[in-house]
């Protein structure tokens, strides 16, 4: 699927490329949300887009749209006009962006559907508090500096729990170094392999899926590593000392 994106500029022509990605890598939403009726009249060049959830935003006659791809926008009734951006609730407390409580909803909801056992998990001797989500790739030198910070983050009762995101892409080295770590008999002894520059035995026969984890990362708006998502789905990006870490998950909401 190909949108014409030339008469499109600036943050409308960001949301509408991710109609390409979305469409060939995900998979339909069955929700009763995505047959909302304004669904079927969002309709861009002749082509529908996936939309995977409709609902109904703080203002009247305004819908919230969410993609497959992860994307949010909004747009009346009709589907005739859009607004792309963040929309804030002048509250009490301050500025909310609801439009970002609600990418780290659905990140949350995303990662809690990702079988524990396709994930690379570190946990220490401690009673977990808290468990963080971190895409990694073994290649990249900021996600050596976070893996080195394990014990300390485990000490803290917070479990790390990885998923694969190879930074230069599914055919680069890194992709295929994850496919080894996932596929050995034991991934969290083959990832602290890794990072140690060692060579990996296991076969790298685990490329489905890294892309699956890869491709999910993308949706949820990761774009390099390490990536850290915290329990409420706030996606923190990059190196993270374990010290700062434990006081962003304290305030973590």
Known sequence: MKYDLSMIGGPVAMLFSALMFSATALAADDSPTASHPLA???VVNGQ?????????????GLFEVRLESGETFYS???GKYFLVGDLFENAERGLVNLTDQARNE?????LAQVPKGEQVTFRGVEPTKEVIHVF???TCPYCQ???DEIPALNERGIEVRYLAFPRGGLGSQGARQLSQVWCAENPSEAMNAAYRDKNLESPADCDELVARQYQLGAALGVQGTP???LP???LVPGYVPAERLAKMLETDS
């Open 40 to 42: 079927e009249k969002l």
């Open 232 to 234: 409420s789905g706030q």
């Open 48 to 60: 529908e887009m996936p939309v995977k959830r409709i609902q109904e935003s703080p203002l009247e």
């Open 76 to 78: 009346d009734a009709q």
């Open 227 to 229: 990536a850290i998502i």
């Open 145 to 147: 500096k976070l893996h």
């Open 106 to 110: 659905e990140r949350a909801e995303r």
């Open 136 to 138: 990694t790739d073994t």
